[in-house]
């Protein structure tokens, strides 16, 4: 038994397509089985709304007159990554600020673009003949941009560990604040609602597959960082138009003593494709398992004190050696289960279509650890040199990548280029005028000794 991808959206378009959230699919798969439910549903919605730290945004402020290349940026004087181009830059949620540091961030400013407030844009440049500029400072809204692109190296998490402290101290972290004497239990997740507890096979979630990002559409790109499915802990890349999304879906944050989060909601529709599926997306709270670890031991050495459901968690409490913890949940089910439903909504109004990926997310990914080595430096910088009357100059092949910049620099004619743009040398020809030497933008041209 099989259903195409095509036939779903057909009967989405027609205003006939069965839709359940992923709670409702998993009580009709308890109450009529999986196969009933093949019969019955076209289209799964899953949903999550938690802490993203691994969230950001580029952004294209478009060209100043006269115009600059910047070099470093701070937008309300949270830093931004300008390697990428002359007025272009990535904004990271986690980043945080020069002045009020962990308690205002890039998530803070990425908030309050999105609801349209103006943010204070300072740049500096060292100045070029082209972009002469050095400096800059105004004021910008998201409006006055080109381009706000989400790019989100690591979201949807297909289950956090659970923390607890034993020790004697209160902890300050990114899974919240954790007490003595192990006092209380955080975790992040939906559980059973989660895009990656519905589909773990990868069979309709990867590259290409249209989503549900903070209000807007949005897709996956592919596996984000630090996924490693062997061990349970799968993630997404994903990508969407700032410019489209909600503040009611994206929420800048701060975890007390640890820093500046971003909050998201993020949901995926799930085709029942076949009866795999079905049975796939009727996985329950009781079924899914993760550890809880003990946050008061050193990162590698963290022991787990047990393997516990979601069904227990999200019941508020936790049994620990027969002693019962208060548990509180870091990701918001409530804000979860109404994407959940407002996604629901929209495909069944005809609003919102489904994508197969083109590329299925990998199931096998190795994530490593850092070992910490003796550095050894190498000097990038060198000092620059008076070119020696005369001197004469070589290309260096293994640098050269044949850009063709050299070819009307040189006025002996020393660079040549075959018919397929290869560049080649007549070092015989060279008069030592030294136009060419720095110009390369391999380094590959070089003065010979």
């Not at 996956?220 to 799968?234: D, K, L, R, V």
Request: with cysteine.
């Amino acid at each position: 038994m099989k259903k195409t991808l095509e036939e779903i959206n057909e009967k989405i378009k027609e205003g006939k397509a069965v839709v359940l959230t992923a709670e409702e699919m998993t009580r009709l798969v308890k109450e009529k089985g999986p196969e009933e439910a093949f019969k019955q549903v076209d289209v799964v919605t899953t949903a999550t709304f938690g802490a993203m730290c691994s969230s950001g945004v580029f952004l294209n402020f478009g060209h100043s007159d006269p115009p600059i290349k910047m070099t470093r940026v701070w937008l309300n004087d949270v830093p931004a990554y300008t390697g990428i181009a002359a007025v272009d830059a990535y904004l990271g949620a986690a980043e945080p600020s020069e002045r009020l540091h962990i308690h205002y961030g890039g998530a803070q400013v990425i908030e309050d673009l999105v609801r349209r407030k103006p943010v204070v844009l300072r740049a500096e440049a060292y100045g070029t003949d082209c972009y002469p500029r050095k400096s800059l400072t105004t004021t910008i809204t998201i409006d006055d941009l080109n381009q706000a692109i989400m790019v989100n190296p690591r979201n949807a998490y297909q289950k956090y560990n659970a923390a607890t402290n034993s020790g004697a101290k209160t902890l300050f972290t990114y899974l919240g604040k954790l007490l003595p004497q192990m006092s209380n239990v955080t975790f992040s997740g939906a559980g059973e609602l989660s895009p990656l507890m519905n589909d773990p096979d990868y069979e309709t979630i990867g590259l290409g597959t249209r989503i549900f990002l903070a209000g807007s559409e949005g897709y996956i790109i592919g596996h984000g960082t630090q996924h490693s499915p062997e061990n349970g802990f799968a993630t997404l890349m994903v990508k969407g138009n700032l410019k489209e999304m909600s503040p009611e879906f994206l929420r800048a944050a701060v975890f007390e003593g640890y820093g500046c989060t971003l909050y998201l909601g993020l949901g995926v529709p799930i085709p029942v494709l076949n009866l795999g599926i079905a049975r796939k997306t009727g996985i329950s709270d009781e079924e899914i398992f993760t550890s809880l670890v003990d946050y008061s031991y050193p990162a590698r050495n963290r022991p787990v004190l047990k393997k516990v459901s979601y069904a227990e968690l999200k019941s508020g409490w936790v049994e620990v050696n027969g002693r019962k913890i208060k548990a509180s949940p870091l990701s918001s089910l409530f804000m979860a289960r109404k994407i959940a439903r407002l996604l629901k909504e929209k495909i069944r109004r005809g609003e919102f279509f489904l994508s197969l990926p083109v590329e299925r997310l990998p199931e096998k990914s190795t994530v490593k650890t850092l070992e910490i080595k003796e550095a050894i430096l190498e000097q990038f910088t060198k000092e620059k040199k008076d070119i020696p009357e005369q001197a004469k100059m070589y290309k260096d092949d293994s640098r050269c990548f044949h850009c063709g910049h050299c070819l009307s620099l040189c006025p002996a004619e020393v660079f040549v280029k075959t018919d397929e743009w290869e560049i080649k040398t007549q070092p015989e020809r060279c008069s030592g005028c030294g136009l060419c030497l720095g110009a390369c933008p391999a380094g590959a041209i070089l003065v010979r000794k």
